[in-house]
């Protein structure tokens, strides 16, 4: 799984605007249905790297899902309240290609975050119903940051006062104790860190429900317990984010490390983000490089109910070979930014100056006499480490004829 943090403590005032806490997290649109939900990342969530987005997608008549993602930036940076880009009519685009199996309580894909700028965004997952309606799930905000994001140096050790070292106890299959020490159960999904508060490194998670051996608790104000992972990792957690069960009055006295030095400044507001109308990835070193070398729609307007074709010429203009990659196709109504129609082509792998065409269809059945744009994405999937991904993307807008609708 994807290595991912907190916001860092220069960042608490920006934060706090918010009225979200680092250990009190919840979805930014609560679902009643557990079978249609995200549960990991939660809001105020920083992500680097490749991230496994877990949840379920199992409704009923359920025809596929997909997950997909946008920017936000403030309104001014007086009142950094996260909002959709309201120059780029806030795209969506998509962080994993459509999947029509059913997931419950597990992985639902995974998502690239290196092919986005560092900075906010928001999060869904849609599902397509079998009726041609859509359900949305939100999660916002996220932060990606994969520019000052470093891996966590190994922790100093915590020591224990007064007590000998504790010895290890042998944990259950969910992570609880077989030998009748205290155990705790997370209320909601949170951090487990080296030290007693949240200026210390993340060393793992405790998710909703999930359960651990309570080893020791900090002497300090909020005295955190001192827990074992059914992993293996030992590290903090907050009370206030677990129930415990059993008797807790002879735990060890377990001090925590040295607190990591604060950042020497600190900023009041979030930053004013200036986001790129493109997304422009991070350059990698020399390879592959696909890009869009040209596109038709037949018909030039699409018809309400009828078959549209779309044909994309692909090159891959690097200087090395490409891996097999797919091609998405999303019509989005442009009043509003959701999807009415999506598909796929594959394409093979390609050598340096190789060119390929894809033709792929869409019906499109809903809200004619309207604006829509056909959104086209090489490598949704991010199969192929290229030089320059800004060239991966294009658009094509229309207005839908009424045809048979």
């Known amino acids: 799984m994807s290595r991912f943090r907190w916001l860092i403590a220069g960042l608490a005032a ?12 919840t979805p930014a649109i609560p679902s009643t249905d557990p079978n249609f939900a995200i549960t990991f990342p939660p809001p105020v969530y920083v992500l680097n790297g490749t991230v496994e987005v877990r949840g379920s997608a199992s409704l009923p008549s359920m025809g596929s899902y997909f997950i997909e993602f946008r920017p936000l930036t403030p309104i001014n940076s007086a009142l950094p309240t996260p909002t959709p880009d309201p120059e780029a009519d806030a795209p ?3 962080a994993t290609l459509p999947q029509t199996a059913a997931v419950q309580s597990g ?13 906010l965004y928001e999060m869904r997952l849609t ?8 359900q949305y799930f939100l999660v916002s905000p996220l932060r990606i940051d994969n520019t000052t994001f470093t891996p966590a140096q190994p922790p100093a050790q915590p020591t224990v006062a007064g007590r000998p070292t504790l010895a290890p106890t042998p944990t259950s299959p969910s992570g609880g104790s077989t030998t009748g020490a205290p155990t705790l159960t997370a209320t909601m999904n949170a951090n487990v860190r080296e030290g007693d508060s949240t200026a210390y ?9 999930q359960t651990a051996d309570i080893l020791g608790v900090s002497p300090n104000a909020g005295h955190w317990y001192y827990i074992r992972l059914s992993t293996g990792q030992q590290g903090f957690i907050a009370p206030s984010v677990v129930t415990v069960d059993g008797d807790t ?11 990591p030095p604060l950042p020497t400044a600190i900023p009041t507001v979030l930053p004013t983000l200036v986001l790129p109308t493109a997304i422009v990835p991070t350059a990698v070193p020399a390879g592959a490089n696909l890009a869009i070398q040209s596109i038709a729609v037949d018909p030039v307007q699409p018809v309400c109910k009828g078959s549209t074709q779309v044909t994309v010429k692909v090159v891959n203009n690097g200087t090395g070979p490409s891996a097999p990659f797919n091609i998405g196709v999303v019509d989005r109504r442009s009043a509003d930014g959701t999807t009415q129609a999506s598909t796929q082509g594959g394409v093979p792998a390609l050598n340096p100056g190789s060119t390929f065409t894809s033709e792929m269809y869409l019906t499109i059945s809903t809200y004619y006499s309207e604006a829509h744009t056909i959104s086209i994405a090489l490598d949704s999937g991010a199969a192929v480490a290229e030089t320059n991904e ?7 807008g229309y207005n839908l004829a009424q045809g048979t609708c």
């Open 249 to 259: 009055n002879n735990l060890s006295i377990i001090n925590p490390p040295p607190p």
């Open 390 to 396: 800004g060239d991966n993307v294009t658009t094509y």
């Open 127 to 134: 599902v397509n119903m079998g009726d041609g309606t859509q």
């Open 107 to 119: 992985v639902l894909g995974t998502w690239n975050t290196a092919t986005a700028p560092d900075g």
């Open 92 to 94: 969506w685009f998509p």
């Open 14 to 25: 920006g934060i706090c605007a918010l009225g979200v806490f680092a250990q009190d997290i």
């Open 201 to 209: 490194n993340r060393v793992g998670t405790l998710l909703t429900g």
